[in-house]
Each structure stands twice: as structure tokens, then as C-alpha cells.
């Protein structure tokens, strides 16, 4: 399934609660994954506040677990297949590695798959998928976050449809 706008995007956020304790860890924390992505975001904004790309990641890191529910191999290939088309080559990226084990990443990056930049990118957002997950914390409203992904699929879309690009 490919995402076409924001607003489908924001109905499928929307949409994205109850189940989502962290994945691995033993204690369940009661933080749903509506309010996981919002802490993820979050966290993000507070630590890259010019990276608008990197935060929106954070929040759309784990629709893959929606739009296929119970099958945990291959969500993030999942989920970065479907913002492709509406939030762009960069923002897919960072979702489909965040998944990959530290190692991997090195190995990228040793291969020359990866520069430095984009495992710098991919372990914040892993740090923060990983601290994204604190029963208690206001991280706003998902609607906080409806400019922000307006931006950068705006941008998305004009990098995309630009001559010779
Ligand atoms: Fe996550």
C-alpha cells in the first residue's frame, strides 16, 4: 500500500494505538504506538531540530506493524514502501535501516553502502525508537505534527517531479 497524502497518512497514525509495547522488552511499558511515534518524533525534534526528515521518520517508523498486523518480518521495508511516494527517497531510507542491528550498519558503511552521515542519521532515530517507549510524557498531538509532514512531502514531491532528478 502506497500513501498518497498527508491526510491518509494521518488517518493511518491516527488509527495506530493500543499494542504497542516495546517490542523487546520484558517489562511492557504501557506506552501505546500512537504515542510511541509521537515520543519517537519527539525526541528526535528535540535532539535534530532543523532535521524535519529525520523526525518525521521517527513518527511514521512503525506503520508497517498496521498495515500488516502480526507478521513481524519485513515492517520496516513495509513501511518505508509506503511513505516513498508521499515523503521521499531520504525519509524511506532511515525507515527501512532503522531496523538493521548496529553491525549491519557498520558493514554498510565499511561496504561503502552507507556515508557516515546517513548511520549518524539512522542511530539517532534507533535511539530514539528505543527511548520512545516512557509511560507518562507528553509528546503533543499527532495534528501538531500535520505541517511538518505537509513540508516534507511537498518537498519530497518537488525533488521527485523535477526535470532530470
Ligand atoms: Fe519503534
Redo the contacts with the bound molecule.
Keep these: 500500500m502506497e500513501l498518497r497524502s498527508v491526510d491518509e497518512l494521518m488517518d493511518l497514525l491516527h488509527a495506530c494505538r493500543g499494542g ?1 509495547t ?2 523487546d522488552r520484558d517489562r511492557g511499558a504501557p506506552v501505546d ?1 500512537r504515542e ?2 509521537l515520543q ?1 518524533a519527539a525526541l528526535l525534534r528535540r535532539g535534530r531540530p532543523a532535521d524535519k526528515e529525520l523526525q518525521v521518520a521517527g513518527l511514521v ?2 506503520i508497517g506493524q498496521l498495515l500488516r498486523p502480526g507478521d513481524d518480518t519485513g515492517h520496516a521495508d513495509l513501511a518505508a514502501d509506503s511513505v516513498r511516494p508521499l515523503l521521499g527517497e531520504r525519509v524511506a531510507r532511515l525507515v527501512r535501516l ?1 531496523a538493521l542491528g548496529a553491525d549491519d550498519l557498520v558493514r554498510m558503511h565499511a561496504g561503502g553502502w552507507a556515508d557516515a552521515t546517513l548511520v549518524e542519521d539512522v542511530l539517532a532515530l534507533r535511539h530514539a ?2 527511548a ?2 516512557t509511560p507518562g510524557v507528553d509528546a503533543g498531538v499527532l495534528e501538531d505534527w500535520r505541517t511538518v509532514l505537509e513540508l516534507v512531502s511537498d518537498r519530497a514531491r518537488a525533488t521527485h517531479h523535477s526535470p532530470g532528478a
Design positions: 504497542g516495546a517490542p504506538s510511541h511515534a519517537t517508523h512503525a532503522h525508537d528505543e520512545g517507549w
